[in-house]
Nanobody
Framework: VQLVESGGGLVQPGGSLRLSCEVSGILFNFHVMGWYRQRPGEEREFVAA????????DYAEFAKGRFTISRDNTKNTAYLQINTLEPSDTANYFCAAGYGSTYETTRTDYMYWGQGTRVTVSS
């Protein structure tokens, strides 16, 4: 099983990024996909999750409004769009996959994790 994140980098405050997570080795459309981040010196925190058919979406409070999670089941890929980036968004961003018991649920025990992609927001 592989989860490979991409799309991170250095961006100025106010900019945007779209992170991607390409998944292989599992039946992608049977899994809830989530994004987490770990800011420097802090613990990993939940950002967003999306159900198997994208009918259920859940965001952390801080992520509402600027973050958008999506998925393309034909490409086995999940995405995280981040707009109006702030220096406090600087972090390693990880995607994760866990079995989804229904098409709508975003609840899961994440079994698979990527290695992360680094986002640095700085002028």
């Amino acid at each position: 099983v592989q989860l490979v994140e991409s799309g991170g980098g250095l961006v100025q405050p106010g900019g945007s990024l779209r992170l991607s997570c390409e998944v292989s080795g599992i039946l992608f459309n049977f899994h809830v996909m989530g994004w987490y981040r770990q800011r420097p010196g802090e613990e990993r925190e939940f950002v967003a999750a999306i159900s198997r058919r994208a009918t259920g979406i859940d965001y952390a409070e801080f992520a509402k409004g600027r973050f958008t999670i999506s998925r393309d089941n034909t490409k086995n890929t999940a995405y995280l769009q981040i707009n109006t980036l702030e220096p406090s968004d600087t972090a390693n961003y990880f995607c994760a996959a866990g079995y989804g018991s229904t098409y709508e649920t975003t609840r899961t025990d994440y079994m698979y994790w990527g290695q992360g992609t680094r986002v640095t927001v700085s002028s």
